[in-house]
C-alpha cells in the first residue's frame, strides 16, 4: 500500500468520523452527562437524512441542516416526555420512538426507501464549487465535517458550564438532589435529549448529503458505532474538562472509523462489519477492566511459574 492509498484511507476515515463523532456527542451529552441511554439513535439519525435530503432536493440546501436539527430536537422531545411525562421507562422509550421512526421516515421520504441527491445542490456542492480552484478543493468533505464538530464542541464546552447546563448534569448524577434543589428534573432531561437528538439528526443530514443519497437503513447500528466511538475517546481522554471530554469523543469516533476503514480494505465481507462493530465495542467496554486486571494475573502467573521451578 502506497502513501497515496494510505493517506486516501486516512482521509476517508477523518471525514466519516468527524460526520459519525456528532452521534457520539448526542451520547455524551445523554449518556455520559444526563445518564439516559437513548435507543432512538438510529431512528432519529435516519430523520435527520431524510428530512435534510427532502428539503435539500426542494432547492434549499441551507435549510435542510436547520430542518433535519429541528426534526432532531422533535424527535428527542418525544422520547424525553414518553419518560417523565408517561412513565415509560428510558430504554422502553427509546425502542418505541426508533420503532415508530422507521414508519415516519418511509413517509417523509414519499413512501420510497432510498433518495438520490446526485443532482441535489448541497452544502458540500456548495462549497466544493466555491473551493474548486484552490489546494483545498479535495477537502470540501472534511472543511465541513469539521466546522460543524468544531461547533458542537463548543458549543458543548459552554453550555455544560451554564446554569442549565449544570442543571442537567447534576440531574444525572443525582436526580433527588436536584429535586430538593428546586431544580425541575423533568425540564433539564427534556432540554438535554432535544439538544442530543439535534446532533444525531444533524450528523445523519451530513453523511447523507456527503454520500449524495439517503436510504432507510442509513442509520442502522448508529447507536453501537456511537457507544464505541465514546468509549474508545473515554480510554485517550476520559477524565478531565468537559472540552477534553468531548474532543475525546470525536478522537473516538476517529479511531473506530480508521479500523472499520481498514477492514473494508482488506475485502471483509458487508455481513461481517456488523461483528467488527461488537467485537469494538466488548474491547472498549472490557479495556479498563482488563488493565486493571494485570497486575493481578501478572501475579498469578509469576505465582504458577515459580511454584513449578520449585518442583523441577
Same mark, same amino acid.
Given at each position: 500500500?502506497?502513501? &497515496?492509498? +494510505? *493517506?486516501?484511507? $486516512?482521509?476517508?476515515?477523518?471525514? /466519516? =468520523? !468527524?460526520?459519525?463523532?456528532? #452521534?457520539?456527542?448526542?451520547?455524551?451529552?445523554?449518556?455520559?452527562?444526563?445518564?439516559?441511554?437513548?435507543?432512538?439513535?438510529?431512528?432519529?439519525?435516519?430523520?435527520?437524512?431524510?428530512?435534510?435530503?427532502?428539503?435539500?432536493?426542494?432547492?434549499?440546501?441551507?435549510?435542510?441542516?436547520?430542518?433535519?436539527?429541528?426534526?432532531?430536537?422533535?424527535?428527542?422531545?418525544?422520547?424525553?416526555?414518553?419518560?417523565?411525562?408517561?412513565?415509560?421507562?428510558?430504554?422502553?422509550?427509546?425502542?418505541?420512538?426508533?420503532?415508530?421512526?422507521?414508519?415516519?421516515?418511509?413517509?417523509?421520504?414519499?413512501?420510497?426507501?432510498?433518495?438520490?441527491?446526485?443532482?441535489?445542490?448541497?452544502?458540500?456542492?456548495?462549497?466544493?464549487?466555491?473551493?474548486?480552484?484552490?489546494?483545498?478543493?479535495?477537502?470540501?468533505?472534511?472543511?465541513?465535517?469539521?466546522?460543524?464538530?468544531?461547533? &458542537?464542541? +463548543? *458549543?458543548?464546552? $459552554?453550555?455544560?458550564?451554564?446554569? /442549565? =447546563? !449544570?442543571?442537567?448534569?447534576? #440531574?444525572?448524577?443525582?436526580?433527588?438532589?436536584?429535586?430538593?434543589?428546586?431544580?425541575?428534573?423533568?425540564?433539564?432531561?427534556?432540554?438535554?435529549?432535544?439538544?442530543?437528538?439535534?446532533?444525531?439528526?444533524?450528523?445523519?443530514?451530513?453523511?447523507?448529503?456527503?454520500?449524495?443519497?439517503?436510504?432507510?437503513?442509513?442509520?442502522?447500528?448508529?447507536?453501537?458505532?456511537?457507544?464505541?466511538?465514546?468509549?474508545?475517546?473515554?480510554?485517550?481522554?476520559?477524565?478531565?474538562?468537559?472540552?477534553?471530554?468531548?474532543?475525546?469523543?470525536?478522537?473516538?469516533?476517529?479511531?473506530?472509523?480508521?479500523?472499520?476503514?481498514?477492514?473494508?480494505?482488506?475485502?471483509?465481507?458487508?455481513?461481517?462489519?456488523?461483528?467488527?462493530?461488537?467485537?469494538?465495542?466488548?474491547?472498549?467496554?472490557?479495556?479498563?477492566?482488563?488493565?486493571?486486571?494485570?497486575?493481578?494475573?501478572?501475579?498469578?502467573?509469576?505465582?504458577?511459574?515459580?511454584?513449578?521451578?520449585?518442583?523441577?
Amino acid at each position: 500500500m502506497n502513501f &497515496t492509498a +494510505i *493517506f486516501s484511507l $486516512v482521509q476517508t476515515a477523518l471525514e /466519516l =468520523g !468527524l460526520i459519525s463523532s456528532l #452521534t457520539v456527542l448526542a451520547l455524551f451529552l445523554s449518556y455520559s452527562m444526563l445518564n439516559v441511554c437513548d435507543l432512538s439513535t438510529d431512528g432519529c439519525f435516519t430523520l435527520g437524512a431524510a428530512v435534510g435530503a427532502v428539503v435539500a432536493i426542494s432547492g434549499h440546501p441551507y435549510l435542510s441542516i436547520v430542518a433535519a436539527v429541528a426534526s432532531g430536537v422533535l424527535s428527542g422531545f418525544i422520547v424525553a416526555v414518553l419518560q417523565t411525562k408517561m412513565g415509560v421507562n428510558s430504554l422502553l422509550a427509546g425502542i418505541i420512538v426508533n420503532t415508530a421512526l422507521y414508519s415516519v421516515n418511509i413517509a417523509v421520504m414519499g413512501n420510497s426507501s432510498l433518495l438520490n441527491l446526485n443532482r441535489t445542490e448541497t452544502v458540500f456542492t456548495k462549497l466544493q464549487a466555491l473551493l474548486k480552484n484552490t489546494f483545498l478543493k479535495d477537502q470540501y468533505k472534511l472543511i465541513i465535517a469539521l466546522f460543524f464538530v468544531t461547533l &458542537t464542541v +463548543i *458549543f458543548l464546552t $459552554v453550555f455544560l458550564k451554564t446554569r /442549565l =447546563g !449544570l442543571a442537567i448534569r447534576a #440531574t444525572g448524577n443525582n436526580a433527588d438532589m436536584v429535586k430538593s434543589s428546586s431544580i425541575n428534573p423533568i425540564k433539564t432531561t427534556i432540554i438535554g435529549l432535544c439538544i442530543a437528538n439535534s446532533f444525531t439528526a444533524l450528523s445523519g443530514c451530513l453523511l447523507a448529503q456527503s454520500q449524495k443519497s439517503a436510504n432507510i437503513d442509513i442509520g442502522s447500528g448508529m447507536v453501537t458505532i456511537a457507544l464505541a466511538s465514546l468509549l474508545i475517546g473515554g480510554i485517550f481522554l476520559g477524565r478531565g474538562k468537559i472540552g477534553l471530554r468531548a474532543l475525546g469523543a470525536v478522537i473516538g469516533a476517529f479511531v473506530f472509523r480508521l479500523v472499520y476503514t481498514v477492514a473494508l480494505r482488506f475485502n471483509m465481507p458487508a455481513f461481517m462489519l456488523k461483528l467488527v462493530s461488537s467485537v469494538i465495542v466488548v474491547a472498549a467496554i472490557s479495556a479498563p477492566y482488563i488493565r486493571q486486571q494485570l497486575p493481578l494475573i501478572k501475579r498469578r502467573l509469576a505465582h504458577r511459574f515459580g511454584k513449578e521451578e520449585a518442583q523441577c
